[in-house]
């Protein structure tokens, strides 16, 4: 089966990068501005926004709605869902504009999940394989295969790869198991 590597950008979306991956799709009403890098075979929803200098990896779903700042770089197969927001900016002031190397930068790893209409505050690291809960405040790093809830968030359980919440044992019913670093630095493949 042949893979699609075109870029398909929807005639009412809007793509001013040129730093686009093969496969990729921007459907309507999604803008990409130009200095923002798009990896391959990602799905940028309608209405999303991703500001220049923001940067996605490869196969990353972002939701309707999703406003991703300049200073936010997500790693390889992340889920952004619906209505999700980064900031950039700890202090914002109209008056007393930011430079963009005055940006906080927020790194979203590997296959981390982010739920409907969480805010992550920038400056910050989520895990890889963490998994941020529909309408959480996240205003510290999570660590890898956290799963983090509530405003602001916390750690109420660990997640295996797959998703499911893991049990004490942290041995999952699909097979994986895993070993504890410690709670800053998460879970490693056991």
């Known amino acids: 089966m042949s893979e699609n590597t075109e870029v398909f950008v929807h005639e009412r979306g809007l793509c001013e990068s040129s730093e686009v ?9 999604a803008h990409v501005m130009k200095g923002a890098r798009i990896g391959a075979r990602c799905n940028i ?15 990353v779903t972002v939701k ?35 430079s963009r190397d005055q940006f906080q930068k927020t790194l979203v790893c590997r296959g981390a999940a982010i739920g409907a209409n969480a805010t992550v505050v920038c400056g910050i690291t989520i895990g890889a394989q963490a998994f941020v809960g529909a309408g959480a405040v996240v205003t510290k790093d999570v660590a ?7 405003a602001p968030a916390r750690r109420i359980a660990w997640v295996c790869a797959c998703g499911e919440t893991l049990p004490q044992t942290l041995a999952c019913g699909c097979g994986r198991r895993y070993a504890l670093v410690d709670e ?5 493949p056991a």
């Open 184 to 188: 800053a630095r998460g879970l490693r």
């Open 144 to 150: 890898p295969y956290a799963l983090v809830v509530g």
């Open 64 to 98: 309707n709605a999703v406003l991703i700042w300049d200073g936010v770089t997500v790693e390889d197969e992340v889920f952004l869902g619906p209505n999700m927001v980064f900031t950039n900016v700890l202090n914002p002031r109209v008056a007393f504009k930011k």
């Open 21 to 29: 991956g093969p496969g990729t799709r921007v459907w309507a009403f």
């Open 45 to 59: 929803g309608d209405h999303a926004f991703v500001e220049g200098g923001a940067v996605l990896g490869d196969r």
